[in-house]
Structures are given as structure tokens and as C-alpha cells.
């Protein structure tokens, strides 16, 4: 099993859409989760960590379900810039001290 | 504030060869952490430098050795290249103190060196 899956995609989605994107990971001890933005051919932006209260980022917010080893991402409002991959990452350690563990991706085409 | 940088942004090379990869991490940023990205996957950790120190390392081969100075900046070497050595690779950096443990630290990447394998 991967330590970290995610639906690879595409999402092709209308702008204005809501898409939810879903990870699960498993390693039960794992301390630290965010997802990271990545535009093709570039490098890994952080996008958001994710707290188990769950936060809100504009029209962006993200869930962690420790119990069920699982993260969401929610994007409302879908802009065309929106359009890129979004990588689940996971941490063994406390903030991101140490290795990060990057699922695939899943990739999300937003269109006119 | 420069983030972090590397170079070479691409090379070409052929099996057998050596390469040399270089990083130097953002102001403030004393630890960085090497990724190998291959085409269509996330990046999969290397090794973490800290102090000029490897502590810790992810499951690559011996091949792969890296080297942090004392301003922090990285080298990442890579011996008897494969072709499925080729990928993107990607520094990132982390602030001082790693161990402090913040929730809010997180790794900056720089733009990564491309390396394709003949």
C-alpha cells in the first residue's frame, strides 16, 4: 500500500465549480499534513497546512480525519488559475523537519 | 529575500556519468532536504543536511551523496548515472531550530534541476 493516495485525475471542471480533491495515507503516527500546489514544470508551493479542526483559506479549505487517515481539499468558486496539480503531503515529524511524503497528485483542469 | 536557488536549471547526461547538483537555501534557512521527481510522480525525499550533516535519508542508493557547507548551501551527487535517474530535482529549506517543531514551518522548493539521462 502507498504510504500516500490520491486519485490522479483529471478533474475537468467548468469555472465557478466546487471540486473536492480526497487523500488517505498510511502511517497512523504521521504528525504534520498540508497540501502543496504545483504548476507544471515548476517547483512544489505549499497551498495549505491542515489542522484536524479543519481550516479555511478563502475559497479554499482542507479537512483531516485522523481516525480515518484521510484529507480533503475543497475548492469553491473555481477560478482558471486554479488549474494545476495538487499534491497531498504528509509528515512523520512535527511541522515539516523532516522528509515529506508526497503523494502523485491529482491533477485539475479548469476551463471556461 | 532570495528564496531558495539551483543550478543548474537543466543538464544532459550519459549513463555511467556523474553530476553534480547545487543549492542554496533561503536567507534565515539553515537545513535542507533533497527530492527526485520523476515524470507523472511527487517528489520522493533523498536526504536532509543539517549542520553538514546527513540526518536523514530516504531509500535511495549510495549513489546518490550530497554535502552542505558552512552557509548552508548543498551539493547533490549522483554517481554512475542510470536512465531512470532522470527527473526533476528539488532543494528545499528549512527555517533554523528544525527541532522546535513548529506547525507553521514549512519546506520552500526552489525551481529544481532538470536531469535527463542518455
Known amino acids: 500500500r502507498k504510504e500516500v493516495e490520491q486519485d490522479p485525475g483529471p478533474f475537468n471542471v467548468p469555472e465557478g465549480a466546487t471540486v473536492a480533491f480526497n487523500c488517505t495515507y498510511s502511517?497512523?503516527?504521521?504528525?504534520?499534513f498540508f497540501w502543496y500546489r504545483q504548476d507544471c514544470r515548476k517547483e512544489p508551493k505549499l497551498l495549505m497546512s491542515?489542522?484536524?479542526s479543519g481550516n479555511e483559506d478563502g475559497r479554499f479549505t482542507a479537512q483531516l480525519n485522523r481516525a480515518s487517515q484521510y484529507i480533503s481539499l475543497l475548492i469553491r468558486d473555481s477560478k482558471l488559475s486554479d488549474s494545476a496539480t495538487y499534491l497531498c503531503?504528509?509528515?512523520?515529524?512535527?511541522?515539516?523537519?523532516?522528509?515529506?511524503?508526497f503523494g502523485k497528485g491529482t491533477k485539475l483542469s479548469v476551463k471556461p | 529575500d532570495a528564496g531558495v536557488t539551483q543550478s543548474p536549471t537543466h543538464l544532459i547526461k550519459t549513463r555511467g556519468q556523474q553530476v553534480t547538483l547545487r543549492c542554496s537555501p533561503k536567507?534565515?534557512?539553515?537545513?535542507v532536504s533533497w527530492y527526485q521527481q520523476a515524470l507523472g510522480q511527487g517528489p520522493q525525499f533523498i536526504f536532509q543536511?543539517?549542520?553538514?550533516?546527513?540526518?536523514q535519508r530516504g531509500n535511495f542508493p549510495d549513489r546518490f551523496s550530497g554535502h552542505q557547507f558552512p552557509n548552508y548551501s548543498s551539493e547533490l551527487n549522483v554517481n554512475a548515472l542510470l536512465l531512470g535517474d532522470s527527473a526533476l530535482y528539488l532543494c528545499?529549506?528549512?527555517?533554523?531550530?528544525?527541532?522546535?517543531?513548529?506547525?507553521?514551518?514549512?519546506?520552500?522548493f526552489g525551481p529544481g534541476t532538470r536531469l535527463t539521462v542518455l
Open positions: 503531503v504528509v509528515s512523520p515529524l512535527r511541522g515539516s523537519q523532516g522528509n515529506l511524503i
Open positions: 502511517n497512523s503516527a504521521s504528525q504534520s
Open positions: 491542515v489542522y484536524s
Open positions: 536567507s534565515g534557512h539553515d537545513t
Open positions: 543536511y543539517y549542520e553538514e550533516e546527513e540526518r
Open positions: 528545499a529549506s528549512l527555517p533554523k531550530n528544525p527541532l522546535s517543531g513548529s506547525l507553521t514551518d514549512t519546506q520552500y
